[in-house]
């Protein structure tokens, strides 16, 4: 795996981008050089052809992007690969189109974005059935070799079994507790006094320790000779952050944040969003204000009561403001109730609310909140100070999640779904502490994009 925007990206997602980049580029030339009557000589140079592919490489790709195809990047259906790709060439043809009102000269000529964009649909077709059958498997990735029987270690286990496009490979459990237990576990290894033979015999690429319990059972002599060896060796916890982007609160010890170097990068960060932040707000109002229009009038006119929700947040350090979003539910929505946690399908969400909680519209006016230096663009979301006092009481480490300016959207929303339960805090928090540890403009970067991806395709707030 490769750390790009604070981010690890499996090496086998990263080599098909780039080789899909060198198919698309090489089907059009060809298509150039196949169907241009005067040759290519001319389109490559003085009409500008070079510009001109690249602006449709770049239209592929983006679409290949945001129907998930580098996410999921084994085929498991043919018939929805197909789907998926003509809908980016259709895509990539409206975009050429387009271009062409604003500038002619970067127009691709009819007998070349057709033929060329045939063949890249083709070649795509079968370069993904072939990059997934044997191109991926092929690349190895990752060999982990597993020390110990804690839930952590299972969990990582489980996690490369769930996503085969990591290129993580299990090689098998090193371990003593609960024999009869850890036989029947699959790829049992052996017990920890056989280590250093198992480990010359799987070759892993990096050594992951989780004990159940660390004193006096973790085999520091053999683990020490074989990190001098040339092994990586790892704690459980470290990989676990490293493949999930979650740090886990369960095995996490105070003195690792205490003693974290990656805390300074929180203060850094908050110098830079006092800036930055703002004029992304600033531009932000300026793009979405026909949309912020339009939604206004529609929470309007369909319902009764105010048009903006306003509602007591608890942000930086713990301190209260008044977050400001278009009102999606019924005034009275918790008249009844109290204050309770908003549900997937709340039955006190109104039917423009639904719309418009469908592609996050409801959170534009947080901008504003941005502006006021409440909030930022990124980080984690605000919670209400009636939740938050029994979240601290039963969650460790929920009161770190206010060192940083709480977000309109963040690390949680864009990998986690909507939090309904106890245990859905827990796993958010987990993503916000991540963020919160590796928080820096490139990873905002990558979640604004994420999340602008998020409501293009209209998947809802999360």
């Known amino acids: 795996m490769v750390r790009l925007f604070k981010v690890f990206i499996p090496v086998g997602t990263l080599a098909l981008l780039f080789s899909e980049c060198l198919l698309i580029t090489g089907c059009f030339v060809l298509a150039a050089y196949l169907f241009l009557p005067e040759g290519p000589g001319v389109f490559f140079g003085a009409e500008g052809g070079v510009v001109g592919i690249a602006l449709v490489v770049v239209a592929m790709v983006a679409g290949l ?29 409206l975009l050429e189109a387009m271009v062409s009102y604003v500038d002619r000269n970067l127009r691709m000529p009819l007998h070349v974005m057709l033929p060329g964009g045939v063949i890249s649909l083709i070649g795509c077709y079968f370069w993904r059935i072939f990059f997934s059958a044997y191109a991926l498997p092929a690349m190895g990735g990752e060999r982990l070799l597993l020390v110990g029987g804690s839930p952590l270690v299972h969990e990582i286990s489980q996690y490369a079994v769930n996503n085969p496009s990591t290129g993580l490979q299990v090689l098998g459990f090193v371990d003593d507790v609960g024999m009869a237990e850890a036989a029947g576990v699959p790829k049992y290894l052996g017990r920890l006094d056989s280590l250093r033979e198992v480990a010359q015999a799987t070759a892993p690429t990096r050594i992951v320790v989780g004990m159940r319990e660390r004193r006096n059972r973790v085999p520091m002599a053999d683990l020490l000779d074989l990190r001098f060896s040339g092994h990586i060796v790892e704690e459980a916890a470290i990989t676990y952050e490293r493949i999930s982007g979650r740090v886990p609160i369960r095995e996490l010890r105070p003195s690792e944040l205490i003693y974290s170097g990656d805390t300074v990068r929180i203060h850094r ?39 903006l929700y306003r509602q007591v947040r608890v942000g930086l350090n713990g301190k209260p403001f008044t977050l400001f979003k278009f009102r999606s539910m019924r005034v009275d929505a918790e008249a009844a109730t109290g204050a309770v946690w908003a549900a997937r399908d709340d039955p006190r969400v109104t039917t423009v609310g639904r719309i418009i909680r469908k592609v996050r519209l409801d959170e534009l ?31 460790p480490y929920y009161r770190q999640r206010h060192a940083v300016r709480p977000g309109i959207t963040g690390w949680a929303q864009i990998n986690y779904k909507y939090g309904e339960t106890l245990q859905d805090t827990m796993v958010k928090l987990e993503y916000d502490l991540y963020y919160i540890k590796h928080i820096s403009f490139s990873l905002d970067v990558y979640i604004m994009l994420q999340t602008l991806k998020t409501m293009l395709l209209s998947r809802g707030s999360q």
Do not use: H, W
Not at 291 to 306: D, E, K, N, Q
């Open 65 to 93: 992007y945001l129907n998930d195809l580098y996410s999921e990047v084994q085929v498991k259906s043919k018939i929805l690969l197909t789907q998926q790709l003509c809908f980016v060439m259709g895509s990539a043809f």
């Open 269 to 307: 960060a908050l110098i830079y969003q006092n800036s930055i932040n703002s004029i992304l707000a600033i531009v932000g109002l300026i793009v979405c204000f026909p949309f912020m229009l339009l939604t206004a009038l529609a929470v309007r006119l369909t319902s009764a009561g105010p048009i």
């Open 365 to 395: 006016p947080q901008l504003f909140n941005v502006l006021k230096g409440e909030m930022a663009m990124v980080g984690p979301r605000p919670e209400r100070p009636e939740f938050v006092k029994t979240l601290v009481e039963q969650i």
